[in-house]
């Protein structure tokens, strides 16, 4: 069978794999080129808008192949909803992560020595886990997709350490076929993507879905308080009918602005971190399943959200950088038809961003002070909570978020376990080099600034803002809009 023949019942299998499991007659954008790239045993890189379907380009290789996919997300809050997504349409998926009981963990992989399923959702961290890569061994393993592919980089805005362990993981899955799929990736995050993943530059192929939707309209409008703000938001809302997100930096504005809403009648639903996980899990079903609503949240709302006719996305504060704004932005008009993002820009916001900056960079010195109390002194955090570890190193300054950001590094090195709950914490190891590189995290404290910096050159861009954002992700060759 020559090469060409060999492409032509690429393509008619995987268009019969599309039309029969996942109800499409025809692929979208470049889907079909990623998939023949992956089906031809190359590896490539997928930069395309959230909610454009990157997905299918390894679900499809993975239902024609008779081997297992591993897929490496982030996501716990997603898996549950993308493996019963897939069992719906009759493909054995399944996911593992530390939402499962051990019961529950230990049946699949059971399950999985025994050569059950096509698709297998796991986190990274669940690379070390010995009992875990023992059975996976056992298995061929015919591709490895890396979603949310940005968190591989140090430079990206969600950076995961245990992303940059996807080289020694390739190795322990036999090296497989490699497709790594995100929304936003800089020229210089595309290039850290491919150099963490062991693989050459000339042995990648990289796709741009391009950034563009061309039903958004992308609208800036300066502020100089909050009853500006409300005022935009009410007027937002009444004018485009249908369902939309408020997006706040800070809890307690967001709370504020909730006050002044209801007080004027105006049915909405509040999200943030601070709510219980019921709460939360209930605001979101409801979200999804009713008509016109109206949610203020913090960014912690949006994951999984696939609500194809949000016809609105404020931004009441201003965002961190252009990748978190972008990804935000993407949840509105999914259905195609016109929508709003809007960005109400008030510039005393840019000190909140700062802080969190701050927060988001302990220095070395602020590590190493966290690592000895916790070594020393575990059985008193253990006792006394987290705010009296935060005030024996902040004195008196109850508003300094660091020590945070400190135990969630930490649990991404595995330096700590249990670092969502102060009074069950464990130390494993010692500081890992990079949390006590002076360089290393100055440059990281400084790149966060340059992201915040150039988010503010956006709001005061006079031409087109969605060419800005095309060029800011390296794509020059696609014809604005």
Known sequence: MTREVLLIAIKNDSRKILERYFGYTSFFWQQENVIDCVLAKKHAIVIAPTGIGKSLCYQVPAVMCNDLTVVISPLISLMKDQVDSLLRRGIEATYINSTLSRNAREARYSELEQGSYRILYVTPERFRKPDFVHILSGRMISLLAVDEAHCISEWGHDFRPD??????????????VTIALTATATPVVQKDIIDQLGLKPDDVKTFHGGIDRPNLSLQIEEVFNDDEKLDHILCIADKYKGSGIVYFTLIKTLDAFGELLSRRGIPHFCYHGNLEAAHRSSVHEQFMQEKDTLVLATNAFGMGIDKKDIRFVIHAD?????????????????????????????ENDLLTQMEFIRWNNPDAEYYQRVHSYLSEDIEKISALGIDWFKRKLHSKNCHDYRLETALKMLDRYGVIECADDIYKIRVLSSLPPQLLDRNYLENKHRNDLQKLYKLVQYVKHTGNRKLFIKEYFGIKDLNPV
């Open 163 to 176: 992303y940059t362990r996807l080289k020694e993981i390739r190795q322990l899955l036999g090296n497989p």
């Open 318 to 346: 201003i965002p961190g950088s252009i990748e978190s704004y972008y990804q935000e932005i993407g949840r509105a008009g999914r259905d195609g038809k016109h929508s709003l993002c809007a960005l109400l820009y008030n």
